[in-house]
């Protein structure tokens, strides 16, 4: 697959949730060049505490397609659940990163 695909290329390519996006884009052909940090956002649900072990799970919860000055652009939204020993929620990060197609 050549460097310009759609959203929907990306959506049918997702195997695993917890993939890192770099690695998905670089496997689909995806000039790194063409990729911007759209946004980050957390969430903190309890306060994270020095030295205890977190855990953390990412997936891609939406991929969308909208047009800007530079043509279209894909939107890959990941969501990273931050849990503790005890599988309870600690904090929530979101992360959209963005490619020029």
Do not use: W
Request: glycine share 6%; net charge neutral; aromatic share 4%.
């Amino acid at each position: 697959m050549g460097a310009r695909h759609r959203a929907a290329d990306v959506r049918d390519h997702l195997r695993d949730e917890s993939a890192d996006t770099n690695a998905l884009l670089r496997e689909l052909g995806t000039d790194i060049s063409r990729v911007l940090h759209g946004e980050q956002e957390f969430e903190i649900h309890r306060q994270l505490q020095p030295g205890q072990t977190y855990l953390c799970r990412a997936k891609v919860v939406d991929i969308y397609e909208k047009s800007g000055k530079s043509g279209p652009m894909a939107f890959v939204v990941r969501e990273t659940a931050i849990t503790d020993r005890d599988n309870e929620l600690v904090a929530t990060m979101r992360a959209v990163t963005v490619v020029r197609l």
